[in-house]
């Protein structure tokens, strides 16, 4: 059972699910399910709010995608070992991510929510953005079967994975390893300058390897200053690109 809709607003609500439903390639045959993914307990009236709310879809959309994800995974990189497969599903499958899949589907702007919740702007919660995300998987996936789901998980996940927004592992951890790969001894840090106020200090650090050009970056603290440092010496080798950094 989705959220209480008056009479009078029966059709725009309609109409907004189709809209959303060509947003994300996908008609629903059943429409009372994509109705509760996007229902937040606050909207539901009566007994058991949170079995009539997006919740136990919340749930089962998180295995899914991260079912699908995984297939993608395994396929797209063929000669990657366990730990970085699941370094970047855990990218992939995390709060930022779903949510911002959230904001390419424009999930916000159809969730049900209550007066209160709606004043208070909960639809722009990233929690909650990301929590819907994965109950639309799982309303696919129960409306359509795995095809539909892993449809629709390709359409918004795969550009994701095969270029990721940001880096899947630590600067100096990379930095380390890459110079190891070199036979070169690990990276050296070095603090170059300290200025502004004691309660806001700002650190220069420099990244030192032998026979190589010295990296240096800012930050607020040192080890903040350190892995800026080392991004920049990964980017300028051409490990990373400016992007990914």
């Given amino acids: 059972m989705g959220p209480v809709v008056q009479d009078g607003e029966l059709n725009s609500v309609h109409e907004d699910l189709s809209a959303l439903e060509v947003r ?90 209550g007066p209160g919740e709606t004043q208070s702007g909960t639809h722009k919660r990233r929690a909650i953005l990301a929590d819907v995300t994965e109950s639309v998987v799982a309303a ?5 079967g795995y095809p539909a789901a892993n449809a629709l998980v390709e359409r918004y996940w795969r550009q994701r994975l095969e270029a990721p927004r940001r880096p899947l592992r630590d600067a100096k951890t990379v930095l380390q390893e890459w110079a190891q790969a070199r036979g070169l001894p690990p990276p050296s840090y070095r603090e170059v300058a300290r200025s502004g106020p004691d309660h806001a200090p700002r650190f220069t650090v420099a990244v030192d390897l032998p026979g190589l050009e010295t990296a240096e970056a800012e930050g607020n603290s ?24």
């Fill in 222 to 245: 040192k080890q903040a200053a350190q892995k800026a440092a080392a991004t920049a010496f990964l980017v300028r080798e051409g490990v990373w690109n400016s992007n990914a950094s």
């Fill in 24 to 113: 994300i390639g996908y008609s629903f045959k059943d429409r009372a399910l994509l109705d509760l993914a996007l229902s937040h307990i606050s909207a539901v009236k009566g007994e058991a709010p949170r079995v009539r709310s997006y919740q136990r879809l919340e749930f089962l959309g998180d295995h899914v995608l991260g079912s699908v994800v995984s297939h993608m995974l395994y396929d797209a990189f063929p000669q990657a070992e366990e730990g970085e497969l699941s370094r970047r599903l855990a990218e992939l499958v995390r709060e930022e991510a779903c949510a911002d899949v959230a904001a390419d589907m424009n999930l916000g702007a159809h969730i049900r929510l």
């Fill in 140 to 144: 696919v996936f129960l409306d359509g």
